[in-house]
């Protein structure tokens, strides 16, 4: 079973606890245990949590940077897909690397992998 040892080694972007803090890791890795029934999952329970609880606290990190500039923690955003600065315009097409109805699991990079994981999961039936 995933553990905080174990998952900072395998995603090395989420060591710094000053960052990342132990009881927001926990929080998230047990709201996941609650979430994922190992019955499901299965020999891929590990590498589901790891990005369920990934996705979660890049969200957490977005949420606490937005509190350092005196920002709304719980204000919905979206993907950036475009800006303007001094009449310089940019885009990018993220309709590639979005997933349909994936909602807020769009918002991270790792979002996406757990749901494009949680439906290969899901898909099938289970014997009884």
């Known amino acids: 079973m995933l553990d905080e040892s174990s ?3 395998s995603m090395p ?4 606890t000053d960052l990342y803090p132990t009881a927001q890791f926990n929080f998230y890795l047990n709201m996941g245990k609650k ?3 190992e019955s499901r999952w299965d ?3 590990d590498e589901g949590l790891a990005f369920f609880v990934a996705h979660y606290l890049t969200l957490y990190l977005r949420s606490m940077d937005a509190v350092a ?11 950036e897909t475009s800006k303007s600065v001094d009449g ?3 885009s990018v097409d993220v ?3 979005s997933l349909t109805d994936a909602g807020h699991w769009n918002q991270t990079t790792f979002g996406i992998q757990f749901l494009q994981m949680a439906r ?6 289970i014997q009884l």
Do not use: C, H, K
């Not at 500039?69 to 993907?79: M, S």
């Open 7 to 9: 998952f900072r080694e």
């Open 69 to 79: 500039i005196g920002g709304d923690a719980g204000q919905v955003t979206g993907n």
């Open 88 to 90: 310089v315009s940019y």
């Open 95 to 97: 309709s590639s690397v």
């Open 43 to 45: 020999d891929l329970l």
């Open 13 to 16: 972007m989420f060591a710094d």
């Open 120 to 125: 290969m999961v899901g898909a099938g039936g």
């Open 35 to 37: 979430l994922l029934p």
